[in-house]
């Protein structure tokens, strides 16, 4: 099995920047993609960006060009840099990675973005 573990979430005034940080551990594995989800009240799951193994990378539509993500795969670590946060990124967000041992979540980091 995998843990993931997500930190780095808070409070934000419109128009700053946070950088969310996931940590994985567990069994022997390996990780082919690392991504992040977010969850809004009264919304559905969705995503926010993607990054492969192979440097591929894919991000929602509301955060193409304001949110980064940055695998670490020495440290089995994915990051998450939002720039530019806007009061509709207030959302519970969510550490993701597939691995040689299936799929995992994290349990969830809380960004508030508020004046």
């Known amino acids: 099995q995998v843990q993931l573990v997500e930190s780095g979430g808070g409070l934000v005034q419109p128009g700053g920047s946070l950088r969310l940080s996931c940590t994985a551990s567990?069994?022997?594995?390996?990780?082919?993609?690392m991504g992040w989800y977010r969850q809004a009240p009264g919304n559905e799951r969705e995503l926010v960006g993607v990054?492969?193994?192979?440097?591929?990378?894919n991000y929602g539509h509301s955060v193409r060009g304001r949110f980064t993500i940055s695998p670490d795969n020495a440290k089995n670590m994915s990051y998450l840099q939002m720039n530019s946060l806007k009061t509709e990124d207030t959302a519970v967000y969510y550490c993701?990675?597939?691995?040689?041992?299936?799929?995992?979540w994290g349990q969830g980091t809380r960004v508030t973005v508020s004046s």
């Open positions: 990054v492969t193994n192979g440097g591929a990378a």
């Open positions: 567990g069994s022997s594995f390996n990780i082919n993609a």
């Open positions: 993701f990675m597939h691995t040689s041992l299936g799929g995992f």
